[in-house]
């Protein structure tokens, strides 16, 4: 069921967010595993989404000097 609606919010949401909310759902039941509260891992088999290439690159050291000049 956990995997059911894991795969319903990648449909909706970005890579990185489903990953985000997947990591943080899986230190949640650790912990409530070290509590006693539950036994096993619902997220076991749940895959990380795979994230698109990280396409932003800074800017040269010319072009912020263009950019602060075109400010003046």
Not at 1 to 28: F, G, P, Q, Y
Not at 35 to 40: A, E, K, S, T, V
Request: with cysteine.
């Amino acid at each position: 069921m956990l995997a059911e609606l894991a795969a319903a919010r990648a449909d909706e949401m970005d890579a990185d967010t489903v990953n985000w909310e997947l990591s943080i759902t899986r230190k949640t039941i650790g912990w409530w595993q070290r509590q006693g509260w539950i036994i096993c891992d619902p997220t076991i088999g749940i895959e990380r989404r795979p994230a698109p290439p990280d396409r932003t690159k800074a800017l040269a050291e010319s072009q912020i000097t263009a950019l602060w000049g075109s400010v003046r």
